[in-house]
């Protein structure tokens, strides 16, 4: 080839390069400067673990222990307690409610496994992302 065909080869695929970029340039921009401007977050976001009460402001954790056995990295730690009232004292009827609920964040992996395995729907994720401690025992959230 000539020395022509090459300057001609060249400036073709320099050309061709910013072709794509420019028309890059107008388009809307993907980058949000966090955390000066707050991100939105999509509703099946998994963030951190939410322990819900029902109406008469009890628990909904019965600690069945369904959720600890579905978490396949084993970050759930739950201790029964027995209602000592009688049965017609009780405010949701509900004989165990769960006396330690810990999270250990340092382990989760934010599957969902254990919010689907809750039969009274008492644990969901919430939209809190910013986990980040300096102290790693500072992962273990209790209820």
């Known amino acids: 080839m000539s020395l022509v065909a090459d300057v001609i080869q060249s400036t073709l695929a320099i050309v ?3 072709k794509r970029t420019i028309s890059e340039i107008p388009r809307a921009k993907w980058t949000v400067q966090y955390p000066d401007v707050p991100i939105t977050l999509q509703p099946r976001y998994r ?16 600690a069945c222990y369904l959720c600890a056995a579905a978490c396949p990295s084993d970050c759930i730690y739950i201790e029964a307690e027995t209602d000592p009232r009688p049965y017609e004292e ?3 009827r509900d004989e165990r409610y769960a006396k330690v609920y810990n999270i250990d964040y340092g382990r989760c992996i934010f599957c969902g496994f254990c919010v689907e395995a809750c039969p009274k729907d008492a644990i969901t ?7 980040s401690v300096y102290n790693r025992a ?3 959230k209790t209820k």
Do not use: P
Not at 47 to 55: K, R, T, W
Not at 125 to 131: A, D, Q, T
């Open 16 to 18: 061709k390069g910013m």
């Open 47 to 62: 963030g951190q673990h939410l322990l819900h009460v029902d109406e008469a402001g009890k628990e909904k954790c019965v």
């Open 90 to 92: 009780r405010i949701g």
């Open 125 to 131: 994720h919430g939209y809190n992302f910013e986990l």
């Open 138 to 140: 500072d992962l273990l």
